[in-house]
């Protein structure tokens, strides 16, 4: 049977309660997030951060549907992700998801505009060009991702995850090994893209700093919210109240 994933709207209400997700079993279990509660609405950047094995890459693989939580309710509007079958979660990834990961996953052998273009399957005419200048790119649609800096090269990955206007963006520790300044950068260019879009996007990192881009800031230790805050609009960099 074809399971329905409910879509509303152009944005999407992300909400998770009560999340637990427990690996192994026995003595060897691991206890990843204990009780973990969020909530990320259109238009918001969502940071979740703590130190190394807080379950910051546990929650999110939780929220996007690429795991499943041993305990808990992960809703994206009228869809409970729970209740999905592999296929159907699948489905919901591909459709409405968007993913920015420390590799990039671009093609060496295709140009920023045709790995943008290959992310969005048949994204509407303008549409390309339209992603890669709000990342900064523009003018570099023929270039190849071995002629782009690091920096670039996340901004590129950046824009293949907007091309297909996913309802939720997920990033998990996407700066890589570029440094603490490259993961600012991205932490600002997703601000930027949330404002523009109007898209809710969620930030797993290890760096504090990412916290002044943010609408709500999720701090994980040992599987548990140790704290959970609003940042008001007039205090992030470079946005007016």
């Known amino acids: 049977m074809t399971q329905t994933v ?3 709207g152009t944005g999407t209400t992300l909400r998770a309660q009560d999340l637990h997700r427990t690996y192994g079993s026995g003595g060897a279990a691991v206890r990843a997030l204990r009780g973990v509660s969020v909530e990320a609405a259109p238009g918001t950047l969502t940071v979740v951060t703590g130190p190394s094995g807080s379950g910051k890459t546990a929650l999110l693989h939780c929220l996007a549907g690429l795991d499943r939580p041993t305990r808990g309710s992960v809703r994206w509007d009228g869809t409970e992700l729970t209740r999905l079958s592999d296929r159907g979660l699948a489905e919901l990834r591909r459709t409405r998801a968007g993913f920015v990961s420390p590799a ?11 790995n943008v273009a290959r992310a969005g399957g048949r994204p509407e005419p303008g549409r390309v060009r339209e992603v890669l200048a709000l990342v900064g790119l523009a003018g ?7 002629r782009l800096c690091g920096e670039r090269q996340q901004r590129l990955a950046v824009a293949c995850a907007l091309v297909s206007r996913p309802d939720v963006l997920f990033a998990d520790e996407p700066a890589g090994a570029l440094g603490p300044a490259a993961g600012r950068a991205l932490a600002a260019l997703l601000r930027t893209a949330v404002d523009t879009e109007g898209r809710a996007c969620v930030l797993a990192t290890a760096d504090p700093a990412a916290a002044a881009y943010a609408d709500r800031v999720l701090v994980l230790a040992g599987g548990l919210v140790v704290d959970d805050r609003l940042r008001p609009a007039a205090a992030h960099p470079g946005r007016a109240a």
């Open 6 to 8: 409910e879509r509303i």
């Open 104 to 114: 990039f996953n671009l093609v060496p052998t295709l140009t920023a505009a045709e």
């Open 140 to 146: 570099c649609e023929r270039q190849r991702p071995g």
